[in-house]
């Protein structure tokens, strides 16, 4: 019995030494942490817009997220999308409910500032006032519509999809039109040196420049990518005069229609991606029309 | 017992050498396949296992004398778990870069037993400088098991060296994959010990 409890007592002692070390740890570091993970996604959607070093942003672009929500209630479901409106000088936000068929349900003020609409606890708090039971709500994705002057530049769509081990969680970026701006994968767990290539220029830039029309076919094919073609996707390695302006035009017009060429010895992790980007993109262009046919009929003035 | 006490120096070379821990101790063997797979990849699972290694190796050395002895593994793993969250998030704070590339590594050297092993042996038993010594002799040895076995699966799996395309193409793509992981392994195990029959030999005649 004795034993029992020095026993008990060494281990709570040790665990709470280690437990006030790790929170220690935490709090000191959570904020630098939020930060890095904010700027890392923030320079990928930068760049998948075509801004960078030598073609800086311009200073009033503005990524505006637009949160989409599964409403239900009752045995009747909705979709809820949380859209940043235009109120005077202030942001506001308000949850447009839309049925299934794509027809304007109801609208609803949210009350929460553009600062805390990031978070994703405080978005629910202030959603479950406007959504009370018995409604129930489940978040679904947010996507990002990036703007300037009043104009929209592009969307952007941090997404996962899944991949051949796990879920691989990637932006894609569209330009109104909906044409494929890029690809940039975040994360996976695909094995090094066949799917990790994934990550790699010569596949993702592929997508670059796809048009909607083609990428509603968009297929994977087992041919070998040729030489030019893959110096070409390797923009980060390009040298002075390696491409005159011509040839440029000239590889982008080839292979402007062209499917995507697999990884070698890695299909399913390609062909995973592929469908990947084909799917969230034909989803959210569906999507964004419907949307945006609502918002224009019920003259919800939204700030993109 | 005429058991001869180490000197600093000698617990430190035995880590890298003659007690290496993947080559002569066989721990650690699912990082050792699973992760060798670069040189990169060596280098930053070493580095990352080198700090654990000493942190925890001094805590216990320090606190050795109030340990319960019934519940002593409890103990250390509640120390490495508590300095790979601490590495873990100090990194994910301040060196991004670093972070991006390892994060996944540093998680799991949770469940490394070349660290719990060497509590167990040594630094519950020795003071806090030949724990320390000892931690960062072993946390160097494996650092360089993992970096030889990643040069060796880089070159004929990949064709590259730190990323460096050296051959232009790729001889045996098998060697990136998990199972030549044993079979680098092995080969490299009996290439030290090999080494290290001749270096006896030579002593002797």
């Given at each position: ?278 799917n969230v993109a034909k989803k959210f262009a ?19 | ?203 002797k005649g």
């Amino acid at each position: 019995m004795n034993q029992i409890i020095k026993i008990t007592f060494a281990l709570t002692i040790s665990c709470v030494i280690a437990a006030s070390a790790m929170g220690l740890a935490y709090t000191m570091t959570a904020k630098a942490k939020k930060h890095n993970h904010h700027m890392n996604v923030y320079n990928a959607m930068i760049g998948l817009l075509g801004f960078g070093e030598d073609n800086p942003a311009p200073s009033d672009l503005k990524f505006l997220n637009v949160y989409r929500y599964i409403v239900e209630d009752g045995d009747k479901k909705f979709l809820g999308y949380m859209v940043p409106v235009e109120k005077g000088t202030e942001e506001a936000y308000e949850m447009v409910l839309i049925d299934l068929e794509g027809n304007f349900v109801e609208k609803l003020e949210v009350p929460i500032s553009a600062e805390k609409a990031e978070e994703a606890q405080d978005r629910a708090k202030a959603l479950q006032k406007v959504l009370a039971a018995p409604k129930i709500f489940a978040y679904a994705d947010a996507s990002v519509i990036a703007t300037s002057g009043g104009k929209r530049l592009g969307y952007v769509l941090p997404r996962k999809f899944p991949g051949f081990r796990t879920f691989i969680h990637g932006i894609v970026a569209m330009d109104p039109k909906f044409e494929l701006l890029g690809l940039e994968i975040m994360e996976h767990e695909e094995d090094a040196g066949l799917g990790k290539e994934i990550e790699q220029e010569y596949f993702r830039n592929q997508f670059k420049g796809k048009s909607y029309e083609k990428l509603k076919t968009l297929e994977v094919v087992k041919k070998p990518l040729p030489v030019e073609y893959k110096k070409y996707l390797e923009k980060s390695k390009w040298e002075e005069g390696m491409f005159t302006e011509e040839q440029i035009a000239e590889i982008r017009k080839q292979y402007k229609d062209a499917d995507i060429y697999a990884i070698t010895a890695s299909t399913i992790s390609s062909k995973a991606v592929t469908d990947g980007v084909k799917n969230v993109a034909k989803k959210f262009a569906y999507r964004i029309d419907k949307l945006d046919s609502v918002l224009k009929k019920e003259k919800i003035h939204a700030a993109f | 017992m005429a058991i001869k006490e180490k000197t600093n120096k000698q617990l430190f070379v035995d880590g890298i050498l003659k007690e290496n821990p993947i080559f002569k101790l066989a721990l650690s063997m699912c990082p050792a396949v699973g992760i060798s797979t670069s040189v990169m990849n060596g280098i930053l699972l070493g580095t990352a296992v080198l700090f654990v290694q000493v942190c925890s190796s001094c805590t216990i050395s320090l606190v050795r004398n109030y340990i319960h002895p019934k519940i002593r593994i409890p103990t250390y793993t509640l120390t490495i778990a508590t300095w790979v969250t601490v590495i873990d998030l100090v990194l994910a704070a301040y060196v991004p870069v670093a972070y991006k590339a390892m994060g996944l590594f540093v998680r799991l050297i949770v469940a490394f037993a070349i660290i719990t092993m060497r509590l167990e042996m040594f630094a519950c038993k020795n003071p806090l400088p030949k724990s320390f010594w000892d931690g960062f002799g072993m946390g160097l040895g494996f650092m360089f098991a993992m970096m030889t076995l990643g040069f060796v699966r880089e070159l004929l799996g990949s064709g590259m060296i730190m990323g460096y395309d050296v051959l232009g193409f790729k001889p045996l793509l098998y060697f990136v994959l998990p199972c030549a992981g044993f079979v680098t392994v092995g080969l490299m195990m009996g290439f030290f010990n090999w080494i290290e029959v001749v270096y006896e030999r030579r002593k002797k005649g």
